[in-house]
């Protein structure tokens, strides 16, 4: 089982890592190595009047991110390259817990507009996990699940104070679709996103509570069939893993139940 020590920094002075060294908070969300023309959108309430910028090494997260979900989204989803992102919360400083978001290490990934798709927003729970709008509802877990690639700890909608944003940060590599770590509110996010993806894309008879049990196990199980993966072990490979979540961006952004694209576990007999 991967394990990770969630630390985060409890002020702003993280050595190396803090506002004044990075210094220019006012700067793309890419950065000017960056050849796509988007822009970082202020990310609205949550900001708090600081536009920010994000530690390199975030930053490098976020670049294989965004690659890999703009390819996902234009083969399955159509909808182009991406116009911009709209995050916020990155190097704020009136924060009074530990937090990545002291350090530019974190950030809260609010909007996703790609210029093939009416007011997304892709991130905002409320809005697209709607009961009425599955469409919607498979893409939040597309783009969730090309997060979970790259980010190990990713607060989704149903976790309390996320209810309208992502929260990623630097604190853990990516993990496993287990309970891998010491943070609770982490631990039941990567339950949501289990649970959720079992729902909507296999139609699974199962509570949507963040808790990892005997139910949870079997309808993860019964997803795995469907997709073809019961040959893989995603709960205990990493590259496993992440196969599946290419199927859940896969049937996410095509907005197609599991079973849509299935996997080959074949070999020569
Ligand atoms: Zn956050």
Not at 48 to 56: D, I, R, S
Not at 98 to 122: Q, V
Not at 141 to 169: C, M, Q
Not at 246 to 260: E, I, R, S, T
């Amino acid at each position: 089982m991967a394990t990770c020590t969630y630390n985060p920094p409890n002020s702003n002075s993280n050595p190396g890592n803090s506002v004044s060294s990075i210094g220019n908070t006012n700067a793309p969300f890419r950065g000017t190595d960056w050849s796509k023309p988007y822009f970082c959108q202020n990310g609205s309430w949550f900001l708090e009047g600081v536009f920010p910028n994000v530690h390199p090494t975030a930053e490098a997260k976020l670049d294989l991110w965004i690659d890999n979900m703009e390819y996902f989204a234009n083969i399955f989803g159509s909808l182009g390259t991406v116009n911009w992102v709209g995050q916020g919360g990155s190097f704020v400083d009136h924060r009074t817990t530990p937090s990545y978001h002291r350090t530019g290490e974190a950030i809260d990934l609010k909007f996703i507009k790609w210029p093939n798709a009416k007011n997304t927003k892709a991130c905002n729970g409320p809005y697209d996990t709607s009961p009425s709008k599955p469409k919607r509802h498979r893409r939040y877990l597309a783009v969730e699940a090309s997060l979970r690639k790259y980010f190990g700890y990713v607060l989704n909608t149903y976790i309390p104070d996320h209810d309208n944003h992502f929260h990623v940060d630097n604190g853990c590599p990516a993990g496993l679709a287990i309970n891998w770590g010491s943070s609770l509110r982490q631990y039941k996010s990567v339950a949501y996103f289990i649970q959720d993806c079992c729902i909507m894309f296999n139609n699974a008879s199962i509570t949507l509570d963040g808790i990892w049990g005997s139910q949870t196990d079997n309808a993860f199980d019964d997803l795995l069939d469907v997709l073809n993966l019961d040959c893989t072990d995603p709960k205990n490979s990493l590259s496993d893993y992440r196969l599946f979540l290419d199927y859940v961006q896969m049937h996410g952004f095509k907005n197609k139940l599991a079973g849509y694209y299935t996997y080959s576990c074949g070999g020569p007999l």
